[in-house]
C-alpha cells in the first residue's frame, strides 16, 4: 500500500484515537525512518523516548530472533528464565528489590497504584488510600491513571473516575506539604514530566518531598516510563537527587521497541501482592524479557551512559544558542536528552517545517517543542537535525 492507501484504509477501519500526521512509517535502522513514500528521516521522536537504541538495534534483534525460535510464551503459573534474568538485572542495576513485569506504562502504574493501596491497608490502616499526584503529570490511560494523571483535558467525560486522588502543582513543596491529609498513602510525581512538557523537579524541591514521605510515613512513587532507563543521562532519574522511591514504574524504552512495562518495588512494599493480588497474562513473557534484557544491558553499560552525558550537553548547547537567536524562543528545558524548547511561535508549524526537511520532532501543548532522540546518536546528527531546526525556526520569525 502507498501512503495514500495506507490512510485511507486506517481511517475506515482503526479507531480514530490519535491525531496522526498523513505519513506511514515503513522501515527503520538506528536514528533514520523511511516512509511508505520511500522519504527518509532523521528521528528525534524516537517512538516518544520507546526507540533509545535507536531502530532495530541488531543486539534486540537477534535477542527476539533467537527467542522466537525457541519459547514465545508461556504462563506465569510457570518460571521463565529470561524474566528471571531480566528481573536481576534491573534490581542489580536500581535500589529497588523485586521486580513485577507487565505490557505497557500504564498498566505498570495501575500496579503502582494498587501496591501502594495493599501497603497502606497493611502497615497505615484502613483509612489510608488517598495518592496525591502532580498537574501536567502524564501517567497513562486506564481508568485509575488517567486519574492520576493530573490533566482535566484527559479526563473528560470519563466520570466516575476511581476515588482517592488529589492534585498538586509541580514544583511546590508548600502546596504538597499542605495537601497531605490523614487520608494519604502516597506520592507519586514522574522526576522529568514528559507529556506535560519537559517539566524537571528541582533539586531542593525533590530533597523536600522525600522528607515529607519520611516523616509522614508515605511512599514515594517515581513514574519513570519516559524518563528512565539512561534518557536523563543516568540509567534512572531519581539518581540525580540522590534519593530512592519506594515504588518506580518504566516502560517505553525497556525492550527496545518491544512493548512492556514494569513495576519495581522495595522488598516491604513488593511484599504486600502476595499469590493471587495482581498478574497479567503477557507480563514478562519470554520474548519481550529476552528483548528487555538486551536493551536494559546496552542501556545500563557506563561507557554508554557516559557517552549520553556528552551528546546531551553538546545537544543543550546548540539548542541554548537556538535561544539566543530567536526571541520567541523562552526556554532550554529538560535533562540528558529529553529536551525542550518553550517557545511564543507556532510549535506545530515548526514540526512540519521540520519534517518537510527531514527531521522528526514533536510539540507537547503548542508551545513545547520536544526532543527525544535515539540515545545512540552521533554529535553528527545533532548537527543535522539542528541544521535543520535553525531553517525551520528562521520561517517562524
Ligand atoms: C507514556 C507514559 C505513560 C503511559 O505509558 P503507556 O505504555 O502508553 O501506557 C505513563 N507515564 C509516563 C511518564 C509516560 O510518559
Given at each position: 500500500?502507498?501512503?495514500?492507501?495506507i490512510?485511507k484504509n486506517?481511517?475506515?477501519?482503526?479507531?480514530?484515537?490519535y491525531?496522526?500526521?498523513?505519513m506511514?512509517l515503513?522501515?527503520?535502522?538506528?536514528?533514520y525512518?523511511?516512509?511508505?513514500?520511500?522519504?527518509?528521516?532523521?528521528d528525534?521522536?524516537?517512538?516518544?523516548?520507546?526507540n533509545?537504541?535507536?531502530h532495530?538495534?541488531?543486539?534486540?534483534?537477534?535477542?527476539?530472533?533467537?527467542?522466537a525460535?525457541?519459547?514465545?510464551?508461556?504462563?506465569?503459573?510457570?518460571?521463565?528464565?529470561p524474566?528471571?534474568?531480566?528481573?536481576?538485572?534491573?534490581?542489580k542495576?536500581?535500589?529497588?528489590?523485586?521486580?513485577?513485569f507487565c505490557?505497557?506504562?500504564?498498566?505498570?502504574n495501575?500496579?503502582?497504584?494498587?501496591?501502594?493501596?495493599?501497603?497502606?491497608?497493611?502497615?497505615?490502616?484502613?483509612?489510608?488510600?488517598?495518592?496525591?499526584?502532580?498537574?501536567?503529570?502524564?501517567?497513562?490511560?486506564?481508568?485509575?491513571?488517567?486519574t492520576?494523571t493530573?490533566?482535566?483535558?484527559?479526563?473528560?467525560?470519563?466520570?466516575?473516575?476511581?476515588?482517592?486522588?488529589?492534585?498538586?502543582?509541580?514544583?511546590?513543596?508548600?502546596?504538597?506539604?499542605?495537601a497531605?491529609s490523614?487520608?494519604?498513602?502516597?506520592?507519586?510525581?514522574e522526576?522529568v514530566q514528559?507529556?506535560?512538557?519537559v517539566n524537571?523537579?528541582d533539586?531542593?524541591?525533590?530533597?523536600?518531598?522525600?522528607?515529607?514521605c519520611?516523616?509522614?510515613?508515605?511512599?514515594?512513587?517515581?513514574?519513570?516510563?519516559?524518563?528512565?532507563?539512561?534518557?536523563?543521562?543516568k540509567?534512572?532519574a531519581?539518581?540525580?537527587?540522590?534519593?530512592?522511591?519506594?515504588?518506580?514504574?518504566l516502560?517505553?524504552?525497556?525492550?527496545?521497541?518491544f512493548?512492556?512495562g514494569?513495576?519495581l518495588?522495595?522488598?516491604?512494599?513488593?511484599?504486600?501482592?502476595?499469590?493471587?493480588?495482581?498478574?497479567?497474562?503477557?507480563?514478562?513473557n519470554p520474548?519481550?524479557?529476552?528483548?528487555?534484557?538486551?536493551?536494559?544491558?546496552?542501556l545500563?553499560?557506563k561507557e554508554?551512559l557516559?557517552s549520553?552525558?556528552?551528546?546531551?550537553?553538546?545537544?543543550?548547547?546548540?539548542?541554548?544558542?537556538?535561544?539566543?537567536?530567536?526571541s520567541?524562543?523562552?526556554?532550554v528545558?529538560?535533562k540528558g536528552?529529553?529536551?525542550?524548547l518553550?517557545?511564543?511561535?507556532?510549535?506545530?508549524?515548526?514540526v512540519?517545517?521540520?519534517?518537510?526537511?527531514?527531521?522528526?520532532?514533536n510539540c507537547v501543548?503548542?508551545?513545547?517543542?520536544?526532543?527525544?532522540?535515539?540515545?545512540i546518536?552521533?554529535?553528527e546528527?545533532i548537527?543535522?537535525?539542528v541544521k535543520?531546526l535553525d531553517?525551520a525556526?528562521?520561517e517562524?520569525?
Open positions: 500500500m502507498n501512503t495514500e492507501e490512510i486506517g481511517q475506515q477501519y482503526v479507531m480514530n484515537t491525531g496522526r500526521l498523513p506511514a515503513v522501515r527503520g535502522e538506528g536514528v525512518v523511511w516512509d511508505a513514500d520511500g522519504n527518509k528521516y532523521l528525534f521522536v524516537a517512538g516518544l523516548a520507546v533509545s537504541l535507536g532495530c538495534h541488531p543486539a534486540v534483534v537477534e535477542a527476539i530472533r533467537e527467542q525460535g525457541t519459547l514465545m510464551h508461556v504462563s506465569n503459573i510457570y518460571w521463565i528464565e524474566q528471571v534474568r531480566l528481573a536481576e538485572s534491573l534490581v542495576n536500581s535500589a529497588l528489590d523485586k521486580v513485577f505490557n505497557s506504562g500504564a498498566e505498570a495501575e500496579g503502582a497504584i494498587k501496591l501502594a493501596r495493599k501497603y497502606a491497608r497493611k502497615y497505615l490502616g484502613n483509612d489510608k488510600y488517598e495518592i496525591i499526584t502532580m498537574e501536567k503529570s502524564f501517567h497513562g490511560r486506564t481508568l485509575a491513571a488517567i492520576a493530573a490533566q482535566p483535558k484527559y479526563q473528560k467525560d470519563l466520570d466516575p473516575l476511581p476515588g482517592g486522588f488529589k492534585y498538586v502543582p509541580f514544583n511546590d513543596i508548600a502546596a504538597l506539604q499542605e497531605v490523614l487520608h494519604t498513602c502516597a506520592i507519586m510525581m522526576p514528559g507529556e506535560g512538557g524537571v523537579a533539586y531542593e524541591y525533590m530533597q523536600k518531598v522525600k522528607q515529607l519520611d516523616e509522614r510515613g508515605l511512599l514515594l512513587i517515581f513514574d519513570e516510563v519516559q524518563c528512565g532507563l539512561a534518557r536523563t543521562g540509567l534512572f531519581y539518581e540525580h537527587y540522590g534519593i530512592e522511591p519506594d515504588i518506580m514504574t516502560a517505553k524504552a525497556i525492550a527496545g521497541g512493548p512492556m514494569a513495576l518495588a522495595k522488598d516491604k512494599v513488593a511484599d504486600c501482592f502476595q499469590p493471587g493480588d495482581h498478574a497479567s497474562t503477557f507480563g514478562g520474548l519481550a524479557a529476552a528483548a528487555a534484557y538486551a536493551a536494559v544491558s546496552l545500563a553499560d554508554f557516559a549520553t552525558v556528552e551528546k546531551a550537553s553538546y545537544f543543550q548547547a546548540k539548542l541554548n544558542d537556538l535561544k539566543k537567536k530567536y520567541f524562543v523562552t526556554d528545558r529538560g536528552l529529553i529536551l525542550g518553550g517557545i511564543t511561535a507556532d510549535g506545530i508549524k515548526i512540519e517545517s521540520c519534517r518537510a526537511k527531514g527531521l522528526l520532532i501543548g503548542s508551545n513545547v517543542l520536544r526532543f527525544l532522540p535515539p540515545l546518536i552521533s554529535f546528527d548537527d543535522n537535525a535543520i531553517e525556526m528562521g517562524s520569525r
